[in-house]
């Protein structure tokens, strides 16, 4: 492969992060309401845990996509200029 296809793809891999983090409350609120409505029912301090930690696992899971992202880009250019 060559390293423009390369950085293209650590380009890409940036944005997905970017993408996550952006949606992180969304999806985070979505996974904790599918656990909720398939628990029937839970108190409500259980369910900002399980939100928050929905949450969270999204940004962290976009903060690493960036960042692998990122890094791969930068070292890829540093290395076409």
């Not at 293209?8 to 983090?21: D, K």
């Not at 029912?41 to 939100?51: K, R």
Request: without cysteine; proline residues 0%.
């Amino acid at each position: 492969m060559s390293k423009k296809i390369i950085s293209v793809i650590f380009l890409v891999v940036s944005v997905i992060g970017v993408v996550v983090i952006i949606n992180s409350v969304r999806w985070g609120k979505e996974a904790a309401n599918s656990i909720l409505s398939g628990a029937g029912g839970m108190d409500t301090s259980l369910y900002l845990v399980i939100l928050e930690r929905s949450i969270v696992s999204y940004q962290l899971l976009g903060a690493a996509l960036l960042v692998i992202g990122g890094i791969g880009f930068i070292k890829i250019m540093k290395k076409l200029y």
